[in-house]
C-alpha cells in the first residue's frame, strides 16, 4: 500500500487566491482526518469524515475552509480566499474502523505558504 | 474535554543515554493513548499505542511507554538513544470509538541527540 497520499508537497501562493489541497487515503480506512500543524498552535483538527461523510467541523476556523469527500478515495480541503495566516502544514490522516483498530496513518503533508 | 500535555518542549541528551518523555493526559475515562514520531518535513509515524490490558507498551524503534492511571501519565521511554532518534515526539488521546475516534495532540517534545 503506497500509504496516504498528499498533493502538492508544497503550495506558494498569493493573498486572495483559492487554494486546494487533496488527499488519498489508504484504501479500506473508513475515517479521513485534516488536521493543521503551525508552530504556534501545534497540531490542530480541522475536519473528520467517517465513511465520506463529515462527521466534526468544528475545527475548520472560519468559512474560507471547506472540505468535501466525494468518494471513498479521495478528499479535498479548499480554502477560499487565502489569507497570509493560512501559511501551515496541512495534514490528512485516515484510520481503519476505530472500534478496534484504532490508529491513524499520515501523508506526508502540504506546505502551504501565502504571501 | 480531553486534553494532552507535555510538559518538556526541548529535550538533548547524549548518544547511548537513556531517554523518558513526559506525557499526562486529561480525560473522563479510560483513553486511548499514543506517541508519534515526526522527521522533520515529514509526516507523524505512529511509535505505539494504549487501549488497555498491560500498562506498559512495547513499540516500534526500541520504544516503549507505561501507563499510570493514578497519575494520568503515559511516559515514553528508550534505554540507549541513537543519533537516528532525532525528530519531535507527539503524545496523543483519543475519546472512546462510539465518540468519533478523533486524536488530539500535545504540543510536542523536540528530541536532540548529542554525539
Known amino acids: 500500500d503506497a500509504g496516504v497520499i498528499q498533493s502538492p508537497r508544497h503550495e506558494v501562493t498569493e493573498m486572495g487566491q483559492e487554494v486546494t489541497l487533496r488527499c488519498k487515503p489508504i484504501s479500506g480506512h473508513d475515517y479521513l482526518f485534516w488536521y493543521r500543524q503551525t508552530m504556534m498552535r501545534g497540531l490542530e483538527l480541522l475536519i473528520y469524515f467517517n465513511n465520506n461523510v463529515p462527521i466534526d467541523d468544528s475545527g475548520m476556523p472560519e468559512d474560507r475552509f471547506s472540505a468535501k469527500m466525494p468518494n471513498a478515495s479521495f478528499s479535498t480541503l479548499k480554502i477560499q480566499p487565502s489569507e497570509p495566516r493560512d501559511s501551515a502544514v496541512y495534514f490528512c490522516a485516515s484510520s481503519p474502523e476505530v472500534k478496534t483498530n484504532y490508529g491513524y496513518t499520515f501523508g506526508s503533508g502540504t506546505r502551504l505558504t501565502v504571501v | 474535554a480531553q486534553s494532552v500535555t507535555q510538559p518538556d518542549i526541548h529535550i538533548t541528551v547524549s548518544e547511548g543515554a537513556s531517554l523518558e518523555l513526559r506525557c499526562n493526559y486529561s480525560?473522563?475515562?479510560?483513553?486511548?493513548l499514543f506517541w508519534y514520531v515526526q522527521s522533520p518535513g515529514q509526516g507523524l509515524q505512529l511509535l505505539l499505542k494504549?487501549?488497555?490490558?498491560?500498562?506498559l507498551v512495547q513499540g516500534i524503534k526500541g520504544f516503549e511507554a507505561e501507563f499510570k492511571r493514578s497519575q494520568s501519565s503515559f511516559n515514553l521511554r528508550k534505554p540507549s538513544v541513537h543519533w537516528s532518534d532525532a525528530a519531535e515526539y507527539f503524545c496523543a488521546v483519543g475519546a472512546h470509538y462510539n465518540q468519533g475516534g478523533k486524536l488530539i495532540f500535545g504540543q510536542g517534545t523536540e528530541l536532540s541527540v548529542k554525539p
Open positions: 494504549y487501549f488497555s490490558g498491560d500498562t
Open positions: 480525560y473522563g475515562a479510560t483513553p486511548y
